[in-house]
Every structure is written in structure tokens, then in C-alpha cells.
């Protein structure tokens, strides 16, 4: 299994960054799919979440209304844009998905993991 982001880089404040999340290999459903967070000296922040049934997606509240999370028909690849990105959203930005019930990635665990893109909103 294998998941590998991508659209990471430098960005001023106010400006939007989409990243893309590939995923291969997988034999099991995905259950749901996700991103989060880390930045330097903290730790990781759970972002956003879609189910792959139904679409339906979750957000951090410190994201909500900024960050959109979308994927494609086939769930083999999903998405967040960024929108008006602050310095505070600086960070390495992994996606995640789940494949066993429940989903818990906004409890900070998933079965799989990317290696991360950076994002540097200065």
C-alpha cells in the first residue's frame, strides 16, 4: 500500500494551495480518507476527512470554511484546497486512509500513511 501526496510549496498569506493524495496497492475498501498536520515542534493535527460512500466530510474547526476536501469517483485519489491560508497552516501535510469500522481519523488514527508535503504559508 501506498499513498503519495503532492501540491505542496510556498504560498503568501491569503493565497490557496491544492494538494493532491494518490493511492495504490490497497486490497481492502477505503472506509474514509483523510489529511493532517504537523507542524514543527507540535503535534500531528488531524485536518479533514471524507467517507468514501457517501462524500460526506468533516473538518477541524480551525480549518472549517477555509479548506475544502474532495476525491475522485473511484476514491483512489482525494484532494484538499486550501483557501485563504494564514502563517498558522504552515506545516508537513500527510494524508491518511482507513480501512477498518469505524473511521477514527479525526481521533488522530489511521491504518495508512503518506510521507507528507511540505506547505509554507509566508
Known amino acids: 500500500v501506498q499513498l503519495v501526496e503532492s501540491g505542496g510549496g510556498l504560498v503568501q498569506p491569503g493565497g490557496s494551495l491544492r494538494l493532491s493524495c494518490t493511492a495504490s496497492?490497497?486490497?481492502?475498501?477505503?472506509?474514509?480518507m483523510g489529511w493532517f498536520r504537523q507542524a514543527a515542534g507540535k503535534e500531528r493535527e488531524w485536518v479533514a476527512t471524507?467517507?468514501?460512500?457517501?462524500?460526506?466530510?468533516q473538518y477541524a474547526d480551525s480549518v472549517k470554511d477555509r479548506f475544502t476536501i474532495s476525491k475522485g469517483d473511484d476514491s483512489e485519489t482525494w484532494y484538499l484546497q486550501m483557501d485563504s491560508l494564514k502563517p498558522e497552516d504552515t506545516a508537513m501535510y500527510s494524508c491518511a486512509a482507513h480501512v477498518t469500522f469505524p473511521c477514527s481519523l479525526s481521533d488522530g488514527r489511521s491504518d495508512y500513511w503518506g510521507q507528507g508535503t511540505q506547505v509554507t504559508v509566508s
Open positions: 496497492g490497497f486490497t481492502y475498501v477505503k472506509l474514509c
Open positions: 471524507i467517507f468514501r460512500k457517501t462524500g460526506g466530510t
